[in-house]
């Protein structure tokens, strides 16, 4: 049964600097597209990072440069550094899983989603 756990979210001020976490079980990486996605009240899902287990990366345009995703598969973890905050930054962040090997940025191809964990930015 795969799971996943995001933790790290908390309330920061405009500028500072968050790193989330996902511990992944029941999928190997070696066979999953992970990502990040977020969402704000009324909206749809918002792609924020995606990862393979070669370290490829691509990110949404509007986190481009100030975040980083990266994934440790000893401990089965992907992580979301987050510099430079603003509070157009402010949602949910879930973490999310697919065995497709293409990078997608599309919500509705990842099969397992976490619970999320929020994100809010003050100014």
């Known amino acids: 049964q795969v799971r996943l756990v995001e933790s790290g979210g908390a309330s920061v001020q405009s500028g500072e600097s968050l790193r989330l976490s996902c511990e992944a079980s029941?999928?190997?990486?070696?066979?999953?597209?992970m990502a990040w996605f977020r969402q704000t009240p009324g909206k749809g899902r918002e792609a924020v990072a995606i990862?393979?287990?070669?370290?490829?990366?691509k990110y949404g345009g509007s986190v481009k440069g100030r975040f980083t995703v990266s994934l440790d598969n000893f401990k089965n973890t992907i992580y979301l550094q987050m510099t430079s905050l603003q509070p157009e930054d402010t949602a949910v962040y879930y973490c999310?899983?697919?065995?497709?090997?293409?990078?997608?940025?599309?919500?509705?191809?990842?099969?397992?989603w976490g619970r999320g964990t929020q994100v809010t930015v003050a100014e």
């Open positions: 029941g999928l190997t990486f070696e066979k999953y597209v």
């Open positions: 990862i393979n287990s070669v370290q490829h990366s």
């Open positions: 999310a899983a697919h065995n497709d090997p293409m990078l997608s940025l599309i919500p509705g191809r990842y099969t397992f």
